[in-house]
């Protein structure tokens, strides 16, 4: 590797590329746990592929690999439709919170005006109701 090559600076997949590596050599017993660590901190604290390599200056193959292309993921199969709140499109998901919210509002606002016979209790929830109408 030339040294315009060995300044060039590393991302997320090449750091794990070099973490997966030194567990291997601690699973070959090449490294001590207390050495496997120390070493998995500083590649993740790695800014080029030189510092990377200088990880496994003493230590035989794997070594991590650079611009190798990664292996696309098939894409996922076309599950069933799930209710999942979740898995909906976001506007759906806050429609269904909001609803939630407003619901709860609503069942507390009328808890307290039953109890303390204050019908002006009920004010927030038209307020709210008309905003809702007004902007959904």
């Not at 030339?2 to 973490?19: F, K, Q």
């Not at 611009?67 to 799930?82: G, H, I, T, W, Y």
């Amino acid at each position: 590797m030339g040294t315009g090559e060995a300044n060039i600076r590393v991302g997320t997949t090449d750091r794990e590329r070099a973490v997966d590596a030194l567990a291997n050599h601690l699973a070959e017993g090449r490294l001590e746990v207390a050495e496997y660590e120390q070493r998995c901190g500083a590649a993740t604290a790695a800014r080029t592929r030189a510092d990377l390599l200088a990880l496994f200056d003493d230590l035989p193959a794997p070594h991590p690999v650079f611009d190798e292309p990664q292996a696309a993921e098939p894409p996922a199969p076309v599950a069933e439709q799930s209710d999942l709140l979740l898995d909906r499109p976001a506007p759906r998901r806050a429609k269904v919170a909001m609803g939630a919210f407003v619901g709860v509002a609503v069942a507390a606002v009328v808890a307290v005006a039953a109890i303390t016979a204050t019908w002006w209790a009920l004010a927030p929830i038209l307020v709210i109701g008309l905003l809702l109408v007004l902007f959904s």
